[in-house]
């Protein structure tokens, strides 16, 4: 391990060192990519010196233990050694899902490496800073201005960083946490058995339901095309390893030193801002729940504060995300109303569950069963569920009730979770069929009453009644069959809802508590409960629990809170509660059971990310192509002379060749834009009116501060009926098969009589 550590301290020491060189300079150069690297290849020597005495070794697989060392060295090399290549003159990746991702990998590698000034504009937002957790990006880019090709320096980072990451979840988890990472899934693949005549049956999505699913495959979804996991996860299990050691196991084990923590903790925000939340929430959970480790937690903590902030602060753009508004009147020239704020929080309960897919599966259901229709709402419940993730949320109840018993020495029976199961299968989709507990907040719920004064007073009245009662009953040790505990829940809501009601007149950002953020609520009361129970006690043998607990309770979260606009975004933290559950899973549960239990299960959790793994990898798999190579030569040729600060208008597309030069256009793709919480709207408005040639084009072009224009293939597309106004007025100072290239700055030269 002390080699895995060793590269990730140099290669986040090289980020780290380029970053203050690039602000100290005002942009990067080659100079100073030398002496970045150069330094972070001294610190990485460092800590391996330092770990010469190491005597901590991995186990080596046995038996079926191979199955997934061997299925991952096929994925890292099938998939990094085809990440992207060249036949003809095509420009070519292997994955579907890489064909808008990995052009915006490229265009930011190119974009610093082409000198942006820092902390530079977005290349897809002119208008804003460049948001987004760039770090392995700017290694890259690092490499490239020390001469690497920037093809083969995204293979040479993606075999190596696939390499760090099997070694790290081997020894977070071993063989099957490996297997559950890298076929982790639902019963969607089973479709495979029904497809139609001719298909393969090995695909990327699961069988002839042709189904988009939420929970895809993880590695191809994740770790191929979302370039910042490459260092974030074997970083961040490290990270979990070296706790588990120093905070639970008495230093028995592989542990990293603090100098090690503090460095790969306090650099993963430029890296992976998804991975920094997982890893806060479990340093939080380890400081309430070990008393004995709060110091050692508190100075981590401390001590990554400042650095870890500013660059949380970088990697959310400066607040300056979106573009600063248009002056409404004159008294804004004094007083320039500010930005408009990144919306990236939102609260979405059910996650993805009424998604297009899952609707388009139930009716395609209920065409051969039409009496099913009356079910729909239960149908596509568990049709998203289960097959998204199949017999996960069996498998992680059942481990839940082993610790709980443990933790509370209670007496909870095997039928308790499934009288459970059935109430939430059976009461979920009704409730979310409910318009009122969807979208009411509690005291309206309860009393709806119009003046909102008199409303919040009679909520409050009612909570103290309900608490008073409880008392009582509690004082006259009356069998009440769990009712001091529903008016307990009520007082409490309502208490919490007059909180929110408060801070939301205060700050309107703040939203109102609504009537289905129960489960959430009582969910975060059991965790704090089995946190304070665990304190109390100091039973070392327990320590599980407060990785297992927390883990699940982060999932639930992830299945109510988008962390994203983009919902699809909760994976990235999904995938850590993944693999913080899945070593207890096996120890604690499916280990114990009969050999041919522990089959079936296993069958049911990665059979269906088996069929995606290799659908997305096998000899089927040609690649696709994202750029011509002689049209992005001609284009780099052409912007050559003009400076990395301007801004081109262009079409918005993922695979524009100006994007996948380095440039800096006035708006990217849209897909982008949105999962970045960019507000692109009056932009939008603006840009379609300067490509459509409209009248007033010159005051579009001074509102989107841009002076070049680019037409080609992609923008006749776009705007097939432009006027092109500016043709007759401006220059066109390049132009070839690509397109043409005007200065909206330089007139037109009148042709001599």
């Known amino acids: 391990m002390k080699y895995v550590a060793a590269i990730l301290y140099a290669v986040s020491s090289a980020v780290l060192l380029g970053l203050l060189l690039g602000w100290q300079r005002g942009h990067l150069d080659s100079q100073s990519a030398m002496i970045a690297l150069s330094g972070g290849a001294l610190i990485g020597l460092l800590g391996l010196w330092c770990a010469r005495n190491e005597a901590s070794h991995l186990e080596k697989p046995r038996g079926w233990a191979w199955v997934p060392v061997v299925l991952f060295t096929l994925f890292s090399l099938r998939a990094f050694l085809w990440l992207v290549f060249r036949q003809g003159d095509e420009l070519r990746v292997l994955s579907p899902n890489n064909t808008g991702d990995l052009p915006l990998h490229i265009a930011f590698i190119r974009y610093f490496a082409n000198g942006a000034p820092?902390?530079?504009?977005?290349?897809?937002?002119?208008?804003?800073?460049?948001?987004?957790?760039?770090?392995?990006?700017?290694f890259n880019s690092l490499l490239t201005l020390a001469g690497m090709d920037v093809e083969r320096g995204l293979i040479w980072v993606g075999l190596i960083g696939a390499l760090l990451t099997g070694i790290a979840i081997w020894r977070w988890g071993g063989a099957f946490t490996l297997m559950g990472f890298l076929c982790g899934g639902g019963l969607l693949g089973f479709a495979a058995f029904f497809r139609d005549a001719g298909e393969p049956f090995f695909q990327d999505y699961a069988g002839n339901l042709k189904f988009d699913a939420a929970w895809k495959n993880l590695p191809l979804a994740l770790l191929v095309t979302q370039r910042g996991f490459l260092f974030a996860l074997p970083a961040g299990l490290l990270l979990l390893s070296s706790w588990r050691t120093k905070y639970f196991l008495n230093n028995e084990g592989w542990r990293m030193p603090f100098a090690g923590e503090l460095l790969l903790y306090t650099a993963m925000p430029f890296f992976h801002m998804h991975t920094f939340i997982a890893?806060?929430?479990?340093?939080?959970?380890?400081?309430?729940?070990?008393?004995?480790?709060?110091?050692?937690?508190?100075?981590?903590?401390?001590?990554?504060?400042?650095?870890?902030?500013?660059?949380?602060?970088?990697?959310?753009?400066?607040?300056q995300t979106n573009a600063l508004p248009l002056w409404g009147n004159m008294w804004e020239i004094e007083n320039p109303?500010?930005?408009?704020?990144?919306?990236?929080?939102?609260?979405?309960?059910?996650?993805?569950?009424?998604?297009?897919?899952?609707?388009?599966a139930w009716q395609s259901f209920t065409q051969a069963v039409p009496a099913a229709s009356p079910l729909h709402a239960h149908g596509e419940f568990l049709i998203f569920w289960l097959g998204n993730f199949g017999a996960w949320p069996f498998v992680a109840a059942s481990l839940a009730l082993v610790l709980l018993r443990a933790v509370w020495k209670r007496s909870l029976r095997v039928k308790h979770v499934w009288i459970c199961a059935f109430a939430f299968v059976f009461v979920t989709p009704l409730l979310g069929m409910w318009a009122g507990y969807q979208s009411e907040t509690w005291a309206n719920f309860f009393f709806p009453i119009k003046d909102a004064t008199t409303r919040n007073l009679v909520t409050q009245c009612a909570a103290i009644c309900a608490l008073a009662a409880c008392v009582m009953i509690h004082l006259i040790r009356a069998r009440d069959f769990g009712l001091r505990w529903v008016l307990l829940g009520f007082a409490a809501m309502s208490v919490l809802d007059g909180l929110f009601t408060f801070l939301h007149g205060w700050m309107p950002k703040v939203p109102l508590l609504r009537v289905n953020s129960l489960p959430l609520i009582a969910a975060t009361i059991v965790l704090l409960t089995v946190l304070v129970q665990y304190a109390r006690r100091r039973e070392q043998s327990l320590w599980r629990a407060i990785f297992v607990l927390p883990g699940l309770f982060l999932f639930f979260l992830c299945c109510n809170?988008?962390?994203?606009?983009?919902?699809?975004?909760?994976?990235?933290?999904?995938?850590?509660?993944?693999?913080?559950?899945?070593?207890?899973?096996?120890?604690?549960?499916?280990?114990?059971?009969?050999?041919?239990?522990r089959l079936c299960v296993c069958v049911l959790l990665f059979f269906s990310g088996f069929v995606g793994l290799l659908g997305g990898l096998g000899g089927t798999q040609q690649g696709y192509a994202i750029a011509q190579c002689s049209t992005l030569d001609a284009v780099a040729a052409a912007v050559r002379d003009i400076p990395i600060t301007e801004p081109f208008a262009c079409a918005p597309h993922y695979q524009h060749a100006l994007l996948l030069n380095g440039r800096k256009v006035v708006m990217g793709y849209e897909g982008h834009l949105q999962s970045h919480g960019i507000n692109y709207r009056i932009t939008s408005i603006n840009l379609d009116e300067l490509m459509n040639g409209k009248d007033i084009w010159r005051l579009n072009a001074a509102e989107l501060g841009v002076r070049y224009l680019f037409y080609g293939p992609l923008e006749i597309e776009r705007w097939p009926k432009s006027r092109e106004s500016w043709r007759d007025c401006v220059q066109v100072i390049s132009s070839g098969p690509w397109g043409e290239l005007f200065d909206l700055d330089l007139p037109r030269v009148p042709l001599e009589q």
């Open 279 to 319: 890893l806060s929430f479990m340093l939080a959970v380890f400081f309430i729940a070990q008393a004995t480790a709060r110091w050692k937690i508190f100075g981590l903590i401390s001590a990554a504060l400042i650095p870890a902030s500013a660059l949380v602060w970088i990697t959310m753009g400066m607040f």
């Open 118 to 138: 820092f902390w530079p504009d977005s290349p897809i937002f002119s208008a804003g800073k460049l948001t987004y957790a760039a770090g392995t990006d700017f």
């Open 337 to 360: 109303p500010p930005r408009p704020p990144t919306e990236v929080l939102g609260w979405q309960p059910g996650w993805m569950v009424g998604d297009t897919q899952t609707q388009q």
């Open 561 to 597: 809170v988008k962390f994203a606009p983009w919902a699809w975004d909760n994976t990235k933290v999904m995938i850590w509660a993944w693999l913080i559950v899945l070593p207890f899973l096996w120890e604690l549960l499916i280990a114990r059971w009969k050999c041919w239990q």
